[in-house]
């Protein structure tokens, strides 16, 4: 019996698949180490932030006819029994209420649904 994809596979397959054209995506590490001079680092955009984020081209209209904006996305990636965390929700929320892109993704169709690309990588009809 095969097993499930684990969330760093599925990360990097909704990456590849829709991670181009009009939409970029990263991985976002997070988390917080002890370097070699005892200091404590924190890296990543911040705690609760997505695993994937990026930008995604729009054009808007009318006054903006043919300008290019960037849209910020953030796209929690959780496996099928994968739960999001307080913090996760709280930036998912953040960037929506600031006008970006942010969702929980648990496969390929489920992100390119969020973005809004067909399975050519390209806008859906």
């Known amino acids: 019996m ?11 397959r909704i ?25 404590f680092v924190r890296f990543g955009l911040c705690k609760g932030s997505s695993d994937l984020i990026g930008l995604r081209a729009l054009e808007i209209t009318p006054e903006l006819v043919g300008q ?12 099928s029994s994968g739960t999001v965390s307080q913090e996760q929700q709280a930036f998912l929320r953040l960037v929506q209420e600031l006008g ?9 169709e ?3 649904a969020v973005l809004d690309i067909g399975p ?4 859906s009809e």
């Not at 095969?2 to 990097?12: F, G, L, R, T, V």
């Not at 009009?22 to 200091?39: F, P």
């Not at 970006?100 to 390929?108: L, T």
Request: overall charge positive.
């Open 100 to 108: 970006g892109v942010a969702a929980v993704c648990r496969s390929i």
């Open 15 to 39: 990456r590849l698949a829709c991670g181009r054209g009009a939409v970029r995506l990263w991985r976002n590490n997070t988390g917080a180490l002890v370097d070699q001079q005892g200091r």
């Open 2 to 12: 095969a097993s499930s994809p684990s969330e760093h596979e599925i990360q990097q």
């Open 68 to 79: 290019r904006l960037a849209q910020f996305v953030a796209l929690e990636i959780k496996t």
């Open 110 to 112: 489920q992100a390119r």
């Open 120 to 123: 050519a990588g390209g806008p």
